[in-house]
């Protein structure tokens, strides 16, 4: 495939959805491709997100008939393979400089507004440790870092404790920030499962999120919401 920044990768995951936009298969799509890259991780290989980087015609003659033009539409590709000692200096620095990330105060908030920062050391924010961490380091294109999560919480018998995460993204890109914001999923997701912390994901209304609809705010996505989820739940 013709892509950059990867040099001599030959192995690809393409990640696919419908031609007709569907904003929740985009995210899944990132938060899917997600666990894939985590497990090949832990395998020893090395993957590279790419989406901008991608030509598109040059991935579709690839794909032959697995690809109908008609009703598919290529989102981005993953290379995958054992990581090279060779890195050309354009690539290291490139890759010094996405190395670099906003604080977390500047990701997670306890209002839709995204004005007032959590504080992740005080309770009931701590009980997720690095959930917050491992979604601070989530790659995104050019590394753009375009997810908000907004925590909410609630008191029972006088202790409070965290009730879900709503997901928002920070541009009205319609395709690379759905796509960071699901890989945001994926690494909330899986960090809770280390935590035993149960849960699930769904999609909630203005008024159960506790919203003004009239208000101008961030794109809400989708919640991660401390119980069974619902039939809405993905």
Partial sequence: LTVWPVVGAHEFLVAIA???????SVIDIGRSLQKVVLHATKMGLATCWIGPGADQDSIISNLGNKFDSNKDHVICVCAIGYSS????????????????????SELFFSSENLQNSIDIEIKPYNEYGRCYEVCQWSPSSYNGQTTRGVVATTT???????????????????????????????NWE??????????????????DRGVDENMILPNYDISWVVMPPKNNSI
Avoid at 18 to 24: F, G, H, K, M, S
Avoid at 196 to 203: A, D, L, M, N, Y
């Fill in 18 to 24: 419908p031609r007709e936009y569907d904003r929740l």
């Fill in 85 to 104: 000692m060779y890195k050309p200096l354009l690539i290291r620095l490139v890759n010094t400089l996405q190395h670099k990330r906003l604080a977390l």
């Fill in 156 to 186: 029972v018998a006088g202790k409070e404790s965290l009730s879900r995460v709503d997901f928002y993204a920070s541009t009205k890109s319609r395709y690379y920030a759905a796509v960071a914001l699901g890989i945001w999923c994926a």
């Fill in 190 to 207: 899986l960090g809770c499962q280390e935590l035993v912390k149960k849960g699930g994901f769904e999609i909630l209304s203005a008024k």
